[in-house]
């Protein structure tokens, strides 16, 4: 998975708590990204960072902030989770190239609010 | 808006037959066009892509096909495998546009059988 890891794997929480999902990578790429895997759907853009304490939303970030305070590391935070909230996240990263976009991802947080 | 629109949803072809998957998009100013490949409980990974430059590109038993005056694209995997049974996303991206964002289709799922 390209150096990335996601914590935690898998997580079950209560309607209306804070979750923190956290991405990790170690390849120094300066592009991060958040989507939601959920069927019908595929891969939705959450939020993406374009640098440290840069970021900037996608399609589908309402319910979501996220922060980046160092390069390695992407947080995604649901302020007050949702049952639509339930889904699987997927962590990615990229670098400026120009021959393509490619992005790497990493294996995912299934999330489940009950 | 549907930027992506990607068929079949589901697909089952024999082993050692051809499988085809297509995409079709909406935005002429996309110019990087990716397809990933995703097996269950793993986080998608990049199989093959393709520039707008050129109508044709393989790389070992999968084919993409580029046809941009119809705004279409396809993935053709030959002599499929029941190994190559999984859920495939095409996408589309502007190289050098903002934040190397990635607008993908909502996914095949393909089952190859014996």
């Known amino acids: 998975d390209a150096g990335i890891t996601q914590s935690p794997r898998h997580k079950v929480t209560e309607t209306g708590t804070p979750v923190t999902l956290r991405c990790h990578q170690t390849e120094n790429h300066r592009y991060m990204y958040w989507y939601r895997q959920d069927p019908g759907h595929g891969l939705r853009l959450i939020h993406y960072?374009?640098?440290?304490?840069?970021?900037d939303k996608g399609e589908v970030s309402d319910g979501y902030s996220v922060s980046r305070s160092k390069t390695e590391d992407f947080l995604l935070t649901l302020e007050s989770a949702t049952s639509s909230q339930t889904s699987v996240y997927f962590c990615a990263i990229s670098n400026r190239d120009r021959s393509g976009n490619e992005q790497y991802f990493g294996p995912g947080t299934r999330l489940t609010v009950t | 808006q549907q930027q992506v629109k990607q068929s079949p949803q589901s697909l089952i072809v024999q082993k050692g037959g051809i499988s085809i998957i297509n995409c079709a998009y909406e935005?002429?100013?996309?110019?990087?066009f990716p397809w990933y490949q995703q097996f269950p409980g793993k986080g998608p990974a990049l199989l093959i892509a393709?520039?707008?430059?050129?109508s044709e590109k393989k790389e070992g038993r999968f084919t993409i096909s580029f046809n941009k005056s119809a705004k279409q694209f396809s993935l053709h995997i030959m002599d499929s495998q029941p190994g190559d049974s999984a859920t495939y996303f095409c996408?589309?991206?502007?190289?050098?546009?903002?934040?190397?964002?990635?607008?993908f289709g909502t996914g095949t799922q393909l089952k190859v059988e014996l």
């Open positions: 935005n002429t100013a996309f110019d990087y």
């Open positions: 996408a589309a991206s502007i190289i050098g546009g903002g934040g190397n964002k990635l607008t």
């Open positions: 960072s374009y640098g440290v304490k840069d970021t």
């Open positions: 393709i520039r707008p430059d050129v």
